[in-house]
């Protein structure tokens, strides 16, 4: 937003060090071809386990009013899970299970999140995310959880209505583990 004023590009990556994070970082353009590398701001970081490749990927978008959209992948292997929800209590099994990052109200990843992005690199919390600030075990920059890996995300400028695709479940049929892709 403001881009001809303010000159802000937007990134989301993965940095070369520990521990393993994600960045969503503001950098400022230098003419129409440079970006200014000292400018980064780090806006909010997303913890990630290294070990895993699966689902660490994720998408910005603004919506109207100005607020930044962030969605995050769970950072879950799914594989060992025929095709369903990878929900894995087992010792030694952290990489498996959903349940530390999805469906973790404290966790960011496995989410689409809406922050609104201040002038000197913080951000304030919009109203009617998921859980208000100050919520005992929550992190109110969630707006939405329980995903998988909502790998690409986009906003409606007039309604500000949130859409995404999704790695929804394998499995080619409902069970008693879950339901079936679609």
């Known amino acids: 937003p403001d881009f001809a004023t303010n000159h ?4 989301f990556y993965t940095p070369n060090a520990q521990p393993a994070h994600q960045n969503i970082s503001r950098f400022t353009m230098i003419g129409e ?7 980064e701001k780090i806006v909010i970081q997303v913890p990630i386990d290294l070990e895993v490749s699966a689902h660490t990927g994720g998408s910005l978008a603004w919506d109207k009013d100005k607020n930044l959209f962030i969605s995050t992948g769970d950072n879950t292997v799914p594989f060992e899970s025929d095709g369903y929800a990878p929900l894995d209590e ?17 966790d960011l990843r496995g989410k689409v999140l809406r ?13 009617a995310n998921m859980f208000a600030k100050g919520t005992e075990g929550t992190r109110p920059e969630i707006y939405t959880m329980g995903c998988r890996n909502p790998y690409r995300i986009a906003i409606n400028q007039q ?17 008693r583990h879950g339901p079936r892709g679609y």
């Open 90 to 106: 087992r010792t030694g099994r952290k990489t498996f299970d959903a349940q530390r990052s999805a469906s973790n109200t404290n």
């Open 159 to 175: 309604t500000s209505t949130v859409y995404w695709g999704e790695v929804g479940p394998d499995a080619g049929d409902d069970s």
């Open 8 to 11: 802000y590009i937007w990134f």
């Open 33 to 39: 071809d440079s970006i200014n590398m000292a400018s």
């Open 115 to 127: 922050i609104h992005p201040e002038a000197d690199g913080s951000y304030t919390i919009p109203d």
